[in-house]
């Protein structure tokens, strides 16, 4: 599939803030009929997906791709992300094609500069609460405020929803043993957390090279997930649980696929996908030192618009 399909245009990416959010598959085999996406699940039912139009794919276990299904994702700039049952877990991702060194290089010096770094955590602060990050504070100490303030707005939301709220608590490999919140929420992350790792790959950076969040390999998606989290899936996730609890929903499944289905119509209602990448370049900015200038030889990124401007993952 690395040659175009005889009689067909070959694919072109389109721009990410025209891209429908994400989807997941479980148990079906994705392949590539007459050069588009195709699943056929267990009982050998085919349906087609419009791969190039979306940001991220979602494969559960039970999913199987093939080499062709890979290339043509790769092609058109739709992330592959291989996830454990729920999104607790995962396991691998597919680069969409965007990285560059430049911006590779950009995100690097940042984050390895002590003063730099403290701005953009700064930066990431004032977006996220609305206000000034306190002066004098390193980026440990913001750290620690940003979690209690993030504890207290779990408890807030939780509330709002009529939800008891104990703890963000759950063990990757028990899923089924978190709470009800918790397995909404691990779901609702997960969404969000597919959606900002593309966007990061498309914007060319690297989704390891983190500033508040160091050491994990989805750092910097995490970074900049936490800056969108509590107006999308954080809100729907309780809801769902509240439902779930007061006897309004039935069988996990059912709620799991729920909280996908309301975190898909948050992504377009708050219009996340155009908001992402701005976001991620108004941070960095905020180191105050200019992107290099990009290789000679170095293919433009066609599948966004640009636009100038803890030691863990908390969940």
């Not at 699940?41 to 979306?54: A, K, Q, S």
């Not at 397995?183 to 989704?207: I, K, N």
């Not at 401007?309 to 969940?315: L, N």
């Amino acid at each position: 599939m690395s040659r175009a399909v005889p009689g067909l245009m070959p694919p072109k990416p389109i721009p990410m803030k025209d891209r429908a959010s994400i989807l997941f598959v479980e148990r079906g085999e994705l392949n590539v009929l007459d050069g588009a996406f195709v699943v056929v699940d267990e009982n050998g039912v085919r349906t087609h997906i419009p791969v190039g139009g979306l940001a991220c794919l979602m494969l559960e276990p039970g999913a199987r791709i093939s080499h062709a299904a890979v290339t043509l994702a790769s092609r058109v700039g739709c992330l592959l992300i291989w996830i454990g049952e729920a999104g607790v877990r995962l396991y691998a991702a597919g680069q969409p094609g965007g990285a560059r060194s430049d911006r590779l290089l950009y995100q690097a010096r940042l984050a390895l500069d002590d003063e730099l770094r403290l701005k953009v955590v700064r930066k990431m602060f004032s977006l996220r609460f609305g206000e000034e990050a306190p002066l004098r504070r390193s980026v440990d100490q913001l750290r620690g405020i940003e979690g209690v303030r993030v504890r207290e707005t779990y408890k807030l939301i939780a509330q709002r929803y009529g939800v008891q709220w104990r703890a963000r608590r759950y063990d990757p490999q028990a899923w089924e043993a978190a709470d009800i919140p918790n397995q909404c929420l691990s779901q609702a992350t997960s969404c969000l957390y597919g959606l900002c790792e593309a966007a990061v790959l498309a914007a060319g950076y690297a989704p390891a090279v983190g500033f508040l969040h160091t050491g994990k390999p989805q750092s910097f998606v995490y970074d900049i997930a936490d800056l969108f989290k509590f107006e999308t899936v954080v809100p729907v996730a309780f809801q769902v649980a509240g439902d779930v609890l007061r006897g309004q929903r039935g069988s996990q499944v059912g709620h799991m696929s729920e909280v996908r289905r309301r975190c898909r119509d948050s992504f377009r209602q708050t219009r996340l996908l155009e908001r992402i990448i701005p976001a991620i370049e108004d941070v960095l900015s905020a180191g105050g030192i200019a992107v290099p200038d990009a290789p000679a030889d170095a293919q433009p990124v066609a599948i966004y618009e640009e636009t100038s401007g803890d030691a863990g993952h908390r969940g």
